[in-house]
């Protein structure tokens, strides 16, 4: 990371940052404090530097004329309430399957449609963790009818055989909750000599949904979701080094990754056009989970500190419900959904080309396991 890439905040600081709350502005200066942290470059850097296009992330959540400022400030905090799926949709006979169901936001997902009546796959890393959670959700509902699976995105073998499992043996899937993911941690390799979050949070599930494709299809009315983030919007998706081999910062490549779930949901989109299927990308909102487990202990405790601003599990779910739910959806021909209303995508989310080449890419990097 070249020091040229870095502004100082002091520069940048505009209008629309400054109306941030003070909950918001910590949570920032944490996420920015994180990017310096975490960064691989061996560089000195300033002591508060952000990266450009982490602030337009920050600001341009915060900004844009599509939304009031309300609006945006309730789709990241709960203290104030939050977007709320109201839908009715029972899901008798219909069959869901999340991935990372064992925590946060998937599980508070898994729990509502075992409340509608919905059998759910808990597609989890650890089986031992998921099976635990779906102990204290048979036991919260009792008669639920869940099943756990395997799953490791950051494993492309493993992601094969857990779909092939799935076509096998599941007669339908209703909705497909690509859910799981990680947070700005460190440089590692996935066992595919892949960068850790591109994989896990992107093609991982570019190859799950690849795989189950023709069962959603024959399940049909059936849906898609995505699970981004208002990160997006700081993200780009470096073509000429997907693997940020040539320079890693944890912040940047969460921030790709999540502008990749949108390119992928928007492709998607495209290619299922009156199939009865749709895809749809979520932002949850900022909400208090484990997802920050790699932000350093710094962070963690401010964090912790105004996790009671932030939205709660079962809020953060909401936008995802909404999205897997809402009967009136398909008449507002979105592409993404934060606090259950359309969001703001970037200019770079909405390119189609990109789109398609990204799903090109990722099918070459996946072409041994389809
Ligand atoms: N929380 C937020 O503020 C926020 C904001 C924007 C977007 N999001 C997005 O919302 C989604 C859910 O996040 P969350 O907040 O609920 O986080 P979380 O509580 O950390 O849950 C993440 C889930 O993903 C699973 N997971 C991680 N790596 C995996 C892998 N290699 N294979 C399979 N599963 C894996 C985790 O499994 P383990 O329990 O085994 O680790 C866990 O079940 C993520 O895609 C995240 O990017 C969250």
Redesign the pocket.
Known sequence: MKPDNFICVKDCWNSRFACVSVGLNLFTVCSARTSWCLSDSKMALPSISIHPEYLRTMTGALGGASQSLWHKVKGVMGLFGSGKCSSKATLEGKTALI????????YETAKDFLKRGARVIMA???VQ?AETAAGNLRSEIPGSDIRVVQ????SLRSVKECAEDILKSEPKIHLLIN?????ACPYAKTEDELEMQFQ??HL?HFLLTRILLPKVLESAPARIVN?????HLGGKVNFEDLQSTRSYNSVLAYNQS?LCNVLFTLELQERLKDTGVVAYAV?????A???G?HLPCGCSWAFKRVGWVIKT?VQ?AQTTLYCALDEKLAEQNGLYFSDCSPGRTSGRARNKEDAKKLWEVSDDLVKNFI
């Open positions: 991935t990372g169901a064992n925590a946060g936001i998937g989890c890393r650890n963790l799953l490791n995105l950051a859910n799981a993911g990680v947070m896990t949070n991982g699970l981004s983030s208002a990160a999540k932002h949850p909102g900022v909400v989970t484990e997802l487990r599990p953060g």
